[in-house]
Structure formats: C-alpha cells, structure tokens
C-alpha cells in the first residue's frame, strides 16, 4: 500500500501537467467568450470533486453513526476539508468567469447557490470540529453531517423553484460542447479526482499519526504511576 | 449476598488525561461503601461511570446482573455537589415534576404522598413553598438526596453528600443512609469527611491517581498509613 | 407513547410555569424584538409597493434575529445545577425532553412575532393583496422550522466552546431552503402576484424531514457527554 502513494503522486503531477495542455492549449477557444472560457475547465470539475467528497463525507458520517468506527470518522474529517477546498475554488472562479463574460459577479442560479449553500454547511461542520470538546467531536459533526445532506434535496428543490419565479441568468451557458472540449473537460476532472485522492490520503496519513500519538501519550498518562502523591490539590 | 455491581478493568482518559486507570472490584448488594481518596483519584469519575454519565475508554460495568445500563437506570439514584434541581421551584414542585421522570404513578402509589414523603425522610419541611435557590446549602443537599430516592431506587450514587452541611443535619443523613442500607440498597458515598461515616459504612475504599488502592472496614487502619 | 406524551405535557406546562414566574427572559426579549424592528423601519424605508415585495424578507430576517436570541437560552435553566445529568441518569425517554423544549420556543417565538408583526404593518404600511389566511400557515410552518433545528443545535451548541455563536453557525446554513421558502412565501401573500402553495408545500416538507430527524438523532446527542 506503501508504495502505492508515490505512484498517485506521479500518476496525478502527470495527468494535471496533461490536463493543464489540454485546458488552455488543445481545447479550442469559445466563439463568443474567448479565452476567459478557459477557466471552465477548473470552475466544473472542481464542483463535481466536491460534490463526491461531500457524498463520502455523508456515507462515513453515517457508517460513523452505526459503527462508532474511528477510520470512518477520520475519512469524513478528512473529505469535509478537502471538499471545502475545491468549493471554495469553484466559487471564486465563478465571479471570475461571470464578471468579464456576463457582466455580473454573481447570480442566484440553482449551481452556484447549491454550492454556496454546500460551502457554508461544510465550514459550519469543520467550525463544529474545531469547538467541540474533543471526545464528542466524531458524533457531533457525523450528526451534522447527516442533517446537511437531508437538506440537500430542499436546497436544490427550493433554489429550482425560485428560479422559475424569478428568472436569474445562468452562468456556464447551454449549448453543446464541442467534443475536444469534453475531453478536455474529463481530463481535468481526472486530475482533479486524482489531486483530491492524494490530498486525502496525504491528511488521512496526518490524522492517524497525530492520533497515534495523542493514544500513546495517554497510554503513557495511564501506565506510570503518578508522582503526585505529595502534591495534594 | 450476590454483588450488586462489578466493574471490570475501567479506563476513562480524558484525552492524555487518565482519570481512572483500571479499575476492576465486586461491590455486594446492602452494603454501605465510602470512597476515599485525593482531590483528581477518580472518585467522582467512577461514580458518574456507575451513574452511566461518563462513557467508559474500556472497561465494562455489570449492575443488578447486566451489562445493558440503560435497562436498570430506573433503580439508580443519583446525587451530586450540584443540586440537579431547578432553582426557581419550590421543593415539592421540583419532586413532583421529578417524579414523572421515573413514572413514579405508574407504581401504583400517588405521586404526591411519594414526594411528601422522601421531603419527610430527608428531614425537611414539604409545605416549604420557597423556591430552591433560596435554601442553605445544607437544605439544598437534602433536597437534592431526596431527588435521588424518589424513585426508591436499589443503588444509591452520592458524590459528596456533606459538603457544606453542618453536623447535625449530616448525622441524620448518615443516619438515614444506614437505614437504607439495612433495608437492602446498596450505597456509594464519595466523600472527603470520612469521620461521619465511620461505623456507619461497610467498607472504606481508598482511590489513588485512578486505582482502587484499599478496602477494609476498619477506618483507623486505613487512616494510620495514609 | 403515552409516557412520551404526559412527559412532554408536564416538562412544557414546568418550562411555561417558569417562564412565567421570572418573566426576565420574555420581557427583555420583548423589548429586543420591539428594537429590532424599529432599526429595521429606519434602515430600510422604501415605498408602499416596494414595501410589500421586500416586506418578506425583512419581517422573516428581524424574526430570525429574535429567534436565535430566544434559542440561545433553551438549556439555560438545565445547564444550572447539572439539572441535564438527572434527566440522563433517569430512564425518561429523551424524545419527551425535546419536544417540550421546541414547543416551549415555538410558543415564545410565536409571542414575539405576535408583538412585532403589528408594528411591522404599521411601519411598513403593509396589507395583504393576495390570501391573507395563509399567512398564519407560514408562519406556523416557519416558526417550527427554525425552533426544531435551532433547540437541537442549542443541544448540540452545548457541548463547545462558544456556545452562543456557535447556535446561530449552524442554524443558518442549514435552515436555508426554509428561509427562502418563508420569505418567498410571504412576499407571494402580500404583494399576490403568485401562490405561496408550492412554498408551503416545501416548508411542510421541510419540517416533517427534520422533526424525524432531531427526534431520531436527540437521545444521541443528549447522552453525549
């Protein structure tokens, strides 16, 4: 398993090296946008890896619940993070792409919304982590976890109706994609999963080592016998 | 007697912090233990354990013949340094809404006289309508026992049962206790005084930086090597 | 189920009892409330017409303030004297202890947004153009939206650090979709240019998912340490 990291850690500088080619040198440029375009090959996949994190997250927050299993618990600490991130870069090249195509930084389109709403309950979940105290933390934030995903659905359902309410203009446009740019969209979304995976598995790593070494200096609290004797308080 | 409670090698580290470092002893059913020991022994860690408040690092806890704690919560009492009783009511109203907590009419007894009657036992008055928070402290811990007994509970919790109560009322506590004990519960009292329970207690039980370190009866043996 | 029911009947009538001997907490909050909208009618002065469109937000926003502050003191009273631990060490079932907590804020929000709302028409020169009956509904549905999330993260705000901020942290992404649906539907009432039905719809649903929810996950988190 060991060596299987340095391997994904090539594998990926090799595919985000390919797919960076691909985004700004082999897809062809958009009629009407230009080069700006460009940036759609970050702004979509960057959303889609987030999206698979955050449904991880949901999946070991629950097998958490369940089980009370530590790795379940470390997994979703771990997708919570990195999902944040990748949010966060779809959310700020959205304003990017938007302000010089559309005129506008931001619009209330059902994507863009969903993910803002994803950003903000997952900062909440990773702001949960960091106050509770230490031994409830796990089934504190697998709760939360939970709770969000259920509002999901009522997210998504509530944002589609207002649109047709109040008709917003839509960022990222329709019309087909030429199929250079589909490659060159899917490569991007490959790095991207693969960068995600390494980063993961990177603070996974972190994570067990600090909690092996939080556990051994407890065993250690545990087994020597107290010098205190003298000292009353 | 068949032992009432066996806890089985307890360990609860808060984060690098090990309050009980395993702790394993049979307790038999009607008898009266003292638990002794320095401030951070693990006394009150054990008892809020026992309680089912505090949930265990490893170990594993058999009360009343189960390990499923949940199951015999309903024959617990529970008392504490805080009174675990809300300050804006009066005595009888707080035991009365108490009492519906164990569903205490369901037994077949009214609520009411139950209420009036662990008031009586505990030596207060159970026509007080001053709310809680205005009781001595002395008042207050007495209240809070009775809170423990509403439900008649076969194992009794206490942590520090007689901080700051003046002698008198904690001799007729210690007095109240023996006749429970000799009515069959079984008794844990975490205290600092253990002169007041001296020829009242079973057993005294000396905890030291996690461990149970000594049993005996006999208090002056225990007390002349520490 | 019975024991779920009468337990939550004595705990609420207990909270109420309460409440209303002390009478600090709704007075204050009273007073709160009434400032609140009073700031808001000076922050925002837009014409009748544009009153009614954006009147949704504002009442619901001003709502939601009074709320959080009303939420932030649910297990005020059991955080005193460790009042929670007898509950725990009981074998009372915790549903009992929820739900007379939720309808105890919801009745204490309903106060509050009974004293601001007259104010708010006041102010705003507000009337109803579309079916007015229907605005009693939303804020029934929306109330309980916000009360049953917000004394389940009051619970779950107890076991941090900085517990105060921390309620509102995660109240107010979650409670999103039920925002949007409070205000839009509003707005649809008062200005009655289009039905609040599916906002309605949506805020029931919203609120049967997490009352299953909170009842579902509040034993966990009150055993909690």
């Not at chain 1, 700004?24 to 959303?47: C, K, N, W």
């Not at chain 1, 067990?208 to 020597?224: I, K, P």
């Not at chain 3, 705990?11 to 002390?22: C, H, I, P, Y």
């Amino acid at each position: 398993m060991k060596r299987a990291f340095p391997i994904l850690a090539v594998l990926t500088g090799v595919l985000l090296s390919y797919a960076l080619y691909q985004a700004l040198v082999v897809a062809p440029t958009e009629q009407t946008m230009g080069d700006v375009q460009r940036i759609f090959y970050y702004h979509v996949p960057s959303a889609w890896t987030a999206f698979i994190l955050f449904a991880i997250n949901f999946v070991a927050s629950i097998v958490y619940l369940i089980r009370r299993n530590a790795k379940a618990d470390m997994l979703a600490l771990v997708t919570a993070e990195v999902g944040v991130v990748f949010c966060t870069v779809n959310l700020v090249t959205g304003p990017i792409w938007a302000r010089p195509v559309w005129g506008i930084w931001w619009t209330w389109d059902l994507r863009l919304t969903l993910t803002l709403v994803l950003w903000l309950i997952y900062v909440s979940y990773i702001v949960l982590r960091r106050f509770s105290s230490s031994g409830q933390t796990p089934l504190l934030a697998a709760v939360l976890a939970v709770f969000g995903a259920l509002d999901v659905p009522l997210v998504y359902f509530s944002i589609w109706f207002f649109r047709t309410q109040h008709p917003q203009p839509v960022i990222g446009g329709g019309g087909s994609l030429d199929p250079r740019m589909w490659h060159a969209l899917l490569i991007n979304w490959l790095a991207f999963s693969c960068f995600a995976a390494l980063v993961c598995w990177s603070r996974y790593r972190l994570e067990v080592l600090r909690r092996d070494f939080d556990e051994t200096l407890a065993l250690e609290a545990l087994l020597e016998p107290r010098s205190s004797k003298a000292r009353s308080s | 007697m068949s032992a009432a409670v066996i806890v089985t090698d307890l360990v609860k580290q808060f984060g690098r912090f090990a309050a009980l470092r395993g702790v394993s002893a049979e307790f038999a059913a009607g008898r009266l233990y003292a638990i002794l020991g320095d401030n951070g022994a693990g006394k009150t860690t054990l008892l809020r354990a026992l309680a089912g408040l505090t949930p265990l690092t490893r170990g594993s806890i058999s009360m009343l013949g189960t390990t499923d704690l949940r199951s015999v919560c309903g024959q617990l009492g529970y008392m504490a340094h805080p009174s675990l009783l809300y300050d804006e009511m009066s005595g009888m109203e707080n035991l009365r809404y108490f009492a519906r907590l164990y569903e205490i009419s369901d037994r077949g007894q009214n609520n009411e006289d139950r209420c009036a009657d662990v008031i009586r036992a505990v030596k207060l008055d159970s026509s007080l309508t001053r709310p809680v928070g205005q009781y001595s402290q002395g008042m207050r811990q007495r209240m809070s026992l009775a809170r423990a007994l509403l439900n008649d509970p076969k194992i009794l919790l206490l942590d520090e049962p007689f901080s700051n109560v003046d002698i008198r009322s904690a001799g007729e506590m210690v007095t109240l206790l023996t006749g429970l004990r000799d009515a069959g519960k079984t008794i844990f009292v975490v205290t600092h005084q253990a002169a007041l329970l001296e020829g009242a207690a079973d057993e005294f039980i000396w905890m030291e930086a996690g461990q149970i370190v000594s049993r005996t009866s006999d208090l002056a043996a225990m007390t002349e090597t520490k | 189920m019975s024991s779920v029911a009468g337990l939550t009947r004595a705990t609420l009538a207990k909270d109420l009892r309460l409440e209303w001997r002390s009478k600090d907490a709704i007075n204050s909050m009273l007073f709160f409330s009434l400032l609140v909208v009073v700031i808001f009618s000076f922050s925002f002065d837009p014409t009748a017409e544009e009153s009614r469109r954006i009147a949704g937000g504002l009442v619901w926003v001003a709502f939601l303030f009074a709320a959080v502050v009303a939420l932030n003191q649910t297990w005020a009273r059991e955080m005193r004297n460790q009042v929670l631990d007898a509950y725990r060490v009981s074998p009372a079932p915790p549903n009992a202890l929820f739900l007379a907590k939720v309808i105890g804020n919801f009745i204490f929000v309903t106060v509050l947004q009974a004293l601001m709302t007259p104010l708010f028409v006041v102010f705003y020169n507000l009337r109803a153009l579309g079916p007015a009956y229907q605005l009693p509904i939303v804020a029934a549905l929306g109330t309980w939206a916000l009360v049953v999330n917000g004394t389940f993260f009051a619970a779950m705000s107890l076991r941090t650090r900085s517990r105060e901020i921390m309620l509102p942290l995660l109240l107010f992404p979650i409670s999103i979709p039920a925002l949007l649906a409070m205000v839009e539907a509003t707005g649809a009432i008062l200005t009655g240019e289009f039905s609040a039905r599916f906002w309605i719809v949506l805020l029931a649903a919203y609120d049967v998912v997490f009352t299953i929810a909170s009842l579902f996950l509040f034993g966990l988190v009150l055993q909690a340490e």
